[in-house]
């Protein structure tokens, strides 16, 4: 992209701080992977913070990039953008202070201090939802000068938001859970990242991911950093067209950048697909591999069309930006 990531100074300041202060909480986190052996529903009680500073790492960091490539409304940006980290900031808090507690952050409506806190939780990620969709709303009307990083942007965003809403999902109270309100077992958990088996049940290693169910954080974590994937394959791209001639044409980039982000898009809908099957990650049916497989086929059919068609045109026809009659 013709945009280069070297501007740091104007990246968004608060974004890019805060980042750090998650890098920091990971390394924390790490050690108290090491140091404390307490488990919560299966998992070491430090993995979650661990997780959610890496992610909020990386969401900080490039929306702290993305925002300074606005030419307009850049204050509005930057108001959205320190409510975002404050949101962060609260959300992340909570979670650290139930890890403390020996507490599950999510779900958890077991007393009423932990019912607080959830909700504290639920109304910050909501919120935080709704300032990503302005500074996506801003970022998709912001003119980039390559059109392949343009797309890669726009597509990058709106589909890390879709992703992001995945979350929603989490929240609805299980079948078992709907049945133990209603006979008095009720234990205190309202929502699920598990589909058809209870939360804290076998899992991947280090994602946690269950192996013997579905597990709406895979099209969560998968959509959500369509963020950062997309991008890097247009700057990718746009390095190895220094050396790959047929990557030259900045239509041919844009074409395979569009292919990416459908695919990309595909992936996201089949892994939700496959999650609330509850089917595991690991264990995909006969119909799932199917599925899969015309997905990968089509994107690599796709892609080799890319590479071998004759580009028509300035990469600027592709979105629509043409030049006017007259125009030099």
């Given at each position: 992209?013709?945009?280069?990531?070297?501007?740091?100074?104007?990246?968004?300041?608060?974004?890019?701080?805060?980042a750090?202060?998650?890098?920091?909480?990971?390394?924390?986190?790490?050690?108290?992977?090491?140091?404390?052996?307490?488990?919560?529903?299966?998992?070491?009680?430090?993995?979650?913070?661990?997780?959610?500073?890496?992610?909020?790492?990386?969401?900080?960091?490039?929306?702290?990039?993305?925002t300074?490539?606005?030419?307009?409304?850049?204050?509005?940006?930057?108001?959205?953008?320190?409510?975002?980290?404050?949101?962060?900031?609260?959300?992340?808090?909570?979670?650290?202070?139930?890890?403390?507690?020996?507490?599950?952050?999510?779900?958890?409506?077991?007393?009423?201090?932990?019912?607080?806190?959830?909700?504290?939780?639920?109304?910050?990620?909501?919120?935080?939802?709704?300032?990503?969709?302005?500074?996506?709303?801003?970022?998709?009307?912001?003119p980039?000068?390559?059109?392949?990083?343009?797309?890669?942007?726009?597509?990058?965003?709106?589909?890390?938001?879709?992703?992001?809403?995945?979350?929603?999902?989490?929240?609805?109270?299980?079948s078992?859970?709907?049945?133990?309100?209603?006979?008095?077992?009720f234990?205190?958990?309202?929502?699920?990242?598990?589909?058809?088996?209870?939360?804290?049940?076998?899992?991947?290693?280090?994602?946690?991911?269950?192996?013997?169910?579905g597990?709406?954080?895979?099209?969560?974590?998968?959509?959500?950093?369509?963020?950062?994937?997309?991008?890097?394959?247009?700057?990718?791209?746009?390095?190895?067209?220094?050396?790959?001639?047929?990557?030259?044409?900045?239509?041919?980039?844009?074409?395979?950048?569009?292919?990416?982000?459908?695919?990309?898009?595909?992936?996201?809908?089949?892994?939700?697909?496959?999650?609330?099957?509850?089917?595991?990650?690991?264990?995909?049916?006969?119909?799932?591999?199917?599925?899969?497989?015309?997905?990968?086929?089509?994107?690599?059919?796709?892609?080799?069309?890319?590479?071998?068609?004759?580009?028509?045109?300035?990469?600027?026809?592709?979105d629509?930006?043409?030049?006017?009659?007259?125009?030099?």
């Amino acid at each position: 992209m013709s945009t280069p990531l070297g501007r740091v100074r104007s990246w968004h300041r608060p974004m890019t701080w805060f980042a750090g202060v998650m890098l920091v909480m990971a390394a924390v986190s790490a050690a108290g992977l090491a140091l404390d052996d307490r488990v919560l529903l299966g998992a070491p009680i430090w993995l979650k913070p661990l997780k959610f500073a890496v992610s909020i790492s990386l969401y900080c960091i490039t929306w702290a990039w993305l925002t300074s490539l606005l030419r307009r409304h850049r204050r509005v940006a930057s108001v959205v953008s320190t409510a975002i980290v404050v949101l962060l900031a609260v959300e992340y808090a909570v979670i650290v202070v139930q890890a403390v507690r020996g507490r599950s952050s999510h779900f958890n409506v077991s007393t009423a201090l932990d019912s607080t806190l959830f909700t504290i939780m639920a109304v910050s990620i909501a919120a935080l939802w709704t300032g990503t969709l302005v500074l996506t709303v801003l970022l998709v009307r912001t003119p980039v000068a390559d059109a392949a990083g343009r797309w890669a942007i726009r597509l990058g965003a709106l589909i890390a938001l879709a992703g992001l809403a995945l979350g929603a999902l989490m929240t609805r109270p299980t079948s078992a859970q709907v049945e133990s309100m209603a006979d008095g077992t009720f234990e205190g958990l309202v929502g699920a990242h598990s589909v058809g088996v209870p939360d804290g049940g076998p899992g991947m290693a280090v994602t946690g991911w269950s192996t013997t169910g579905g597990d709406l954080r895979i099209p969560h974590f998968v959509g959500m950093h369509a963020l950062q994937a997309l991008p890097l394959l247009a700057l990718l791209l746009g390095a190895l067209a220094t050396r790959l001639p047929r990557l030259r044409s900045g239509v041919v980039r844009t074409r395979l950048v569009l292919t990416a982000a459908a695919g990309y898009a595909g992936l996201t809908g089949l892994l939700t697909w496959q999650a609330l099957r509850g089917q595991p990650l690991t264990a995909p049916d006969p119909a799932t591999l199917l599925a899969f497989g015309l997905l990968a086929g089509a994107v690599v059919v796709a892609a080799g069309l890319c590479l071998v068609r004759t580009p028509d045109g300035p990469p600027e026809h592709l979105d629509g930006d043409r030049p006017k009659a007259g125009a030099r």
